[in-house]
């Protein structure tokens, strides 16, 4: 089992950047996938970016391909989301997400994950 803490969420102007952290307790963190989704008001959950558990693939969705970028130290149990060229599309609650995979991270709909976070807030003003 896995808990997982968010970080890093705020307010920020268009264009500007934010890194988000997703920290993880618990065993074998290497063994876990991690996805980024995202919430607005009124709306579906949707994915964002995802990892496999060794660090070697990653997922984007096409709304952020080229502007976020998705990491992980497994040394530190954490994963890393960087956001550049916000966009006040961007504003949402962004949840980290886990599930058991060494080697594949593309996972993309909100039920393939067993553990979350509790969000933080990203808010892009225009």
């Known amino acids: 089992q896995v808990q997982l803490v968010e970080s890093g969420g705020g307010l920020v102007q268009a264009g500007g950047s934010l890194r988000l952290s997703c920290a993880a307790s618990g065993r074998a963190f290497n063994t876990y996938a991690i996805g980024w989704f995202r919430q607005a008001p009124g709306k579906e959950r949707e994915f964002v970016a995802s990892?496999?558990?060794?660090?070697?693939?990653?997922y984007y969705a096409d709304s952020v391909k080229g502007r976020f970028t998705i990491s992980r130290d497994n040394a530190k149990n954490t994963v890393y989301l960087q956001m550049n060229n916000l966009k006040p599309e961007d504003t949402a609650v962004y949840y980290c997400?886990?599930?058991?995979?060494?080697?594949?991270?593309?996972?993309?709909?909100?039920?393939?994950?067993?553990?979350w976070g509790q969000g933080t807030q990203v808010t892009v003003s225009s």
């Open positions: 997400a886990a599930r058991r995979s060494l080697l594949s991270g593309d996972y993309y709909s909100p039920s393939d994950y067993d553990y």
């Open positions: 990892i496999s558990g060794i660090g070697d693939s990653t």
